[in-house]
């Protein structure tokens, strides 16, 4: 984070928009925009921004490097030409009372400092934010239309298990990096988790949306009669540095950002499994460790934090990886009386979700330019994430026996899909396997949940 053993020049301030703040540089020479909590939530906006950050980060995604910052009021000292942009959105130039005008809106520390959080301007030009819906026009490499994008349309469950209720263009930012292409970061995570910025989260965010067009409807002709679920909801702070962040409430199918986007609505159920694995993939320590480093005031705080973020987490992995069949790492084999074998990772057993080895893996395999086709089912091995199934013997006599061609020596694919029915009775999506045959034996060619 930035130096504040020595002078930091303010290059620019900001008296105006939702939260006060500073545009710095310190004695390294790189440039920060120090970003305050609200007065009476310290460390509300903060904490949850960094932490978020550093989560979006691991999962994947280009993030500024963010940072708590603690400093003297007296290290700040004005660079010469720096300006201030005011409550009217004018600019003019900052003097030394603007200072004070910025940090009368903050709360101190105990002990008269002040916390901030640090975010680094990014290398690159800035090209302003990318959209969530068609390509930039001023992109060459930009291809294929942003609703389209896995990786955004998976961000939906990344964002769902972190709160952050403004995943929009506004949080987002390009920039123009050598050799000359643009890299895509998400930016400003400061309402998520159960901050609002500039306040604590409320019980309708995450819920729905900041004008729901149905739910509007309802309350319209039942004169208020018609109300959501949230409407009801009991809200009381976690803590004042933690503000409101739903716990049993938070349903990982219907959770909604504060405004429509067009990659979330977009999203299909493979592309929220796809997301579920990225949250998956956070361990328990990992969670302590971001929370570590949000810096909240109390070890009760952090403990507090950290347990709800892994139920929340634990909350979106049984939903969606309830809601398909999730096998990863397929490979085949040919046993020894010629049964062709197929054994893969069933990633509802490794996460230890309940009833998931209680399983009956349904299976349909067919090979159409071999007229070959098979189905059946087997149970699972309690315990075991590697599970196997047998689904042809290539020894029992068949109408192509012997030399077999087919499309003049290309390769042929055969197909085999496999539904895991867990003792919940819910009906999973099917995971098909693509399998490739090459004359004497099948391998993996894909995998589609």
Do not use: C
Request: proline share 5%; aromatic share 10%.
């Amino acid at each position: 984070g930035p130096d504040t053993s020595q002078t930091i020049e303010i290059v620019a301030g900001k008296a105006q928009g939702i939260s006060p703040g500073f545009t710095v540089q310190d004695a390294r020479g790189d440039t920060y925009l120090f970003k305050f909590d609200p007065q009476g939530f310290l460390h509300l906006s903060s904490a949850a921004g960094v932490i978020a950050n550093r989560l979006f980060h691991a999962a994947g995604y280009h993030t500024p490097e963010d940072y708590i910052v603690v400093f003297d009021r007296d290290r700040l000292r004005l660079r010469e030409g720096s300006t201030i942009k005011l409550a009217d959105f004018t600019k003019r130039p900052m003097a030394e009372v603007d200072v004070s005008l910025v940090l009368d809106l903050v709360d101190p520390l105990p002990d008269g400092k002040y916390l901030a959080l640090a975010s680094k301007l990014v290398a690159g030009i800035d090209k302003g934010p990318f959209y969530f819906e068609g390509v930039r026009g001023d992109d060459p490499n930009d291809h294929y239309h942003h609703e389209f994008r896995r990786e955004l349309r998976g961000l939906y469950v990344v964002s769902s298990w972190l709160n952050h209720v403004d995943m929009r263009f506004a949080n987002t930012l390009d920039a123009y990096v050598a050799p000359g292409y643009l890299r895509h970061y998400l930016i400003d995570f400061a309402a998520s988790l159960g901050s609002g910025t500039i306040r604590p989260h409320n019980a309708r965010e995450g819920m729905e949306y900041n004008f729901d067009f149905w739910p509007w409807v309802g309350r319209i002709a039942t004169l208020g009669f018609y109300t959501m679920g949230w409407e009801g909801t009991e809200q009381e702070l976690i803590d004042p540095s933690l503000g409101w962040l739903p716990v049993e409430e938070f349903d990982p199918e219907d959770w909604k950002a504060n405004w429509p986007n067009g990659a979330f609505v977009s999203a299909t159920l493979r592309d929220k499994y796809w997301g579920a694995k990225l949250v998956a993939s956070f361990t328990d320590k990992q969670i302590v460790a971001a929370v570590e480093a949000g810096q909240l005031p109390t070890q009760v705080a952090a403990d507090t934090l950290a347990r709800i973020i892994q139920h929340r987490r634990d909350k979106i992995v049984r939903h969606w990886y309830g809601s398909v069949t999730p096998v990863e790492n397929v490979e085949t084999r040919v046993a020894d009386d010629g049964t062709v074998e197929v054994s893969f990772d069933d990633l509802a057993i490794r996460e230890q979700i309940p009833n998931a080895d209680n399983a009956a893996y349904v299976w349909e395999f067919e090979h159409g330019d071999l007229s070959r086709r098979s189905e059946g089912n087997a149970r699972a091995v309690p315990g075991q994430v590697r599970q196997t199934i047998r689904i042809l013997n290539l020894r029992v006599p068949t109408a192509e026996s012997g030399s077999v061609r087919v499309g003049e020596g290309l390769p042929s694919i055969a197909t085999l899909a496999i539904t895991a029915e867990r003792a919940t009775g819910a009906t999973n999506q099917a995971a098909t396997v693509y399998l490739n045959w090459d004359g004497s034996r099948y391998t993996v060619a894909g995998l589609q949940h």
